[in-house]
């Protein structure tokens, strides 16, 4: 029988609060901002620690996944496609008919209001959805 790791004891809350220290540049932070403006937008976020150490922010269904890579942290958007997006945030995974993706490189400016209403917006199609 598989032991289990050192995630099996953690809440998805405290391995993602893990996954931005042990990052400890500018993803971290970047990272750690983004998962703040998705509580402020909505306080009902649940934190959820997926596929082998992906953060995930769901209510109602995906709202989205933060992941890290060298170059960039990518929130992809589970029901993009069928998302507004009038700030034109969308700038990664365009060409799919459900995901679509925000990628935020080093230094790059985020609107903070928009991904708070892309949020909102993903949270209303969700429990759409789930209410049929």
């Known amino acids: 029988m598989k032991k289990p790791g050192p995630q ?9 609060d893990a996954r931005i220290a042990e990052l400890g540049d500018w993803r971290g932070e970047v990272l750690g901002r983004v998962r703040a403006l998705i509580k402020q937008a909505d306080p009902e976020v649940v934190e959820e620690w997926k596929w ?3 953060p995930v922010w769901s209510d109602g269904g995906i709202i989205c996944t933060g992941e890290t890579y060298k170059s960039v942290v990518k929130l ?10 009038p700030s034109r945030l969308f700038n990664a995974s365009l060409e799919g008919n459900t995901r679509r993706a925000i990628d935020i490189h080093q230094g790059a400016t985020l609107d903070e209001n928009a991904l708070k209403a892309l949020v909102r917006a993903a949270v209303a199609l969700n429990k759409s959805k789930a209410r049929r």
């Open 52 to 54: 082998r150490g992906v």
């Open 8 to 16: 099996a004891s953690r809440s998805a809350s405290e391995s993602i």
């Open 76 to 85: 992809t958007f589970a029901k993009g496609a069928a998302l507004d997006d």
